[in-house]
């Protein structure tokens, strides 16, 4: 029996068995399913064909990813989870980050889930800024909720995870690519995974996306007997330019740059290294510059409650941590505003951060900013700029070590790309 299987061959294929059903003789059969077999595997090709352009070549579509600074009107944003978040281990990159006044915490909690109530309440507070988002008109997505308290294990060390709280500390954009950071904190190892999903889809839709190189964070990455102890002992070290995390290999957090269109400033810090500096450099040349300065900051680490770019031109400057570059930027025409200092209490728990988050805030557009609520003398400071408050209260949220700055990534702000440092 002759079986005949169309392969969208359309009316040809039709044609093909009917004349087979109706010839007669063994030779006009096999004529005819020579000829079939010919039209059938021409349409099969032109459905291959069809197919891998299919894959290759993407939809013209608006990309879903493009930001180019950090205060064009917010489209699309990734807020982090607090849930399930985790006291890293204390090892020595965590002990170099946090105060002396944290580190019993750190000794007794060190891989275990943070204070459930605590938790609770910056989970919710976090709901309700995403709430807020919404309302103000920007798409929010969130990462996916993972297991921290699982212990993973590389031929160079054992952790257990941390959180998905910041994604500014792992994810930048910058233009049409979305760049995972390295980051330098063994319990931040696997943090991309929960990021994985949303940056896929991104990428399906059009966004470029890199991985900077991953470091073993070996022993060597990190000064094993990094002195340090009172805030003059971190300052005087700070100043050599001695910091816990070497050069053995490239790392970088994302959150120690901070963008302005075709050029990005970034602090050699304790989590990022020269190393990284110069792979983000050559990254992104020759379409971006990178420029490095420093400030009097006896802890480094992440520049945006140091030194954080509201506007074209325009820049809050941690007056506790003076940069060192100042002129630069005043020369260049930038008007540089130093932030009142913070009203959070003495006695409110900051594990990983200082009270300068109040400066951490979110540019929904120039003329909106996400502030604290508890914040009334920085919103006074805000609104004598011409820029309305949008004020939101994530205290608990503060206490795992970020602002609203930290606390996101924009995915998409309305703009294009422009030079505003000359």
Same mark, same amino acid.
């Given at each position: 029996?002759?079986?005949?299987?169309?392969?969208?061959?359309?009316?040809?294929?039709?044609?093909?068995?009917?004349?087979? =059903?109706?010839?007669?003789?063994?030779?006009?059969?096999?004529?005819?399913?020579?000829?079939?077999?010919?039209?059938?595997?021409?349409?099969?090709?032109?459905?291959?064909?069809? &197919?891998? /352009?299919?894959?290759? &070549? +993407?939809?013209?579509?608006e990309c879903p990813v493009?930001?180019?600074?950090?205060?064009?009107?917010?489209?699309?944003?990734?807020?982090?989870?607090?849930?399930?978040?985790? @006291?890293?281990?204390?090892? @020595?990159? @965590?002990?170099?980050?946090? $105060? /002396?006044?944290?580190?019993?915490? $750190?000794?007794?909690?060190?891989?275990?889930?943070?204070?459930?109530?605590?938790?609770?309440?910056?989970?919710?507070?976090?709901? /309700?800024?995403?709430?807020?988002?919404?309302?103000?008109?920007?798409?929010?997505?969130?990462? &996916?909720?993972?297991?921290?308290?699982?212990? $993973?294990?590389? +031929?160079?060390?054992?952790?257990t995870g941390m959180y998905a709280a910041m994604p500014r500390d792992i994810l930048i954009v910058v233009g049409n690519e979305i760049i995972e950071a390295p980051m330098a904190w063994r319990s931040r190892f696997f943090e991309y995974r929960a990021y994985r999903p949303l940056i896929k889809e991104y990428f399906r839709r059009g966004a470029k996306w890199t991985t900077a190189p991953k470091p073993t964070m070996a022993d060597d990455l990190y000064d094993q007997d990094y002195p340090i102890r009172t805030v003059e002992d971190r300052h005087k070290l700070a100043a050599q330019g001695k910091f816990v995390t070497t050069e053995h290999e490239p790392c970088f957090d994302a959150a120690d740059f901070i963008r302005a269109g075709r050029d990005l400033f970034v602090q050699r810090s304790q989590v990022t290294n020269y190393s990284g500096i110069e792979w983000m450099r050559r990254h992104l040349a020759p379409d971006y510059k990178v420029h490095i300065i420093s400030f009097k900051?006896?802890? +480094?680490?992440?520049?945006?409650?140091?030194?954080?770019?509201? =506007?074209?031109?325009?820049?809050?400057?941690?007056?506790?941590?003076?940069?060192?570059?100042?002129?630069?930027?005043?020369?260049?025409?930038?008007?540089?505003?130093?932030? +009142?200092?913070?009203?959070?209490?003495?006695?409110?728990?900051?594990?990983?951060?200082?009270?300068?988050?109040?400066?951490? @805030?979110?540019?929904?557009?120039?003329?909106?900013?996400?502030?604290?609520?508890?914040?009334?003398?920085?919103?006074?400071?805000f609104e004598s700029l011409g820029i309305q408050t949008i004020k939101v209260n994530i205290r608990h949220a503060n206490s795992l070590g970020g602002g609203f700055h930290c606390w996101t990534t924009d995915v998409r702000r309305r703009g294009t790309l422009q030079s505003y440092f000359h």
């Open positions: 029996m002759l079986r005949v299987r169309c392969l969208r061959g359309g009316s040809r294929g039709a044609e093909a068995a009917h004349l087979i =059903g109706a010839m007669v003789g063994r030779s006009v059969a096999g004529w005819v399913q020579r000829a079939f077999q010919s039209t059938s595997s021409a349409a099969a090709a032109q459905q291959q064909a069809a &197919e891998e /352009e299919a894959v290759t &070549e +993407p939809l013209q579509q493009c930001s180019h600074n950090e205060w064009d009107p917010l489209e699309e944003v990734i807020v982090g989870r607090a849930e399930n978040a985790h @006291v890293p281990p204390f090892t @020595v990159e @965590v002990k170099a980050n946090t $105060y /002396e006044k944290y580190w019993p915490f $750190y000794q007794k909690h060190g891989g275990q889930s943070f204070p459930a109530e605590h938790l609770k309440k910056a989970v919710s507070e976090i709901e /309700e800024m995403c709430n807020i988002l919404r309302h103000e008109g920007v798409v929010v997505r969130r990462p &996916e909720p993972l297991d921290w308290s699982v212990e $993973y294990r590389t +031929p160079d060390f054992t952790s900051d006896p802890n +480094p680490m992440h520049i945006d409650a140091t030194f954080n770019i509201i =506007g074209p031109g325009l820049v809050l400057s941690n007056p506790d941590r003076p940069c060192r570059q100042v002129d630069m930027f005043k020369k260049a025409g930038w008007t540089v505003v130093k932030p +009142p200092t913070p009203l959070i209490p003495d006695d409110h728990p900051l594990w990983m951060s200082s009270k300068w988050l109040s400066m951490n @805030v979110l540019m929904l557009d120039e003329k909106r900013v996400m502030v604290d609520a508890n914040e009334t003398t920085i919103q006074k400071m």
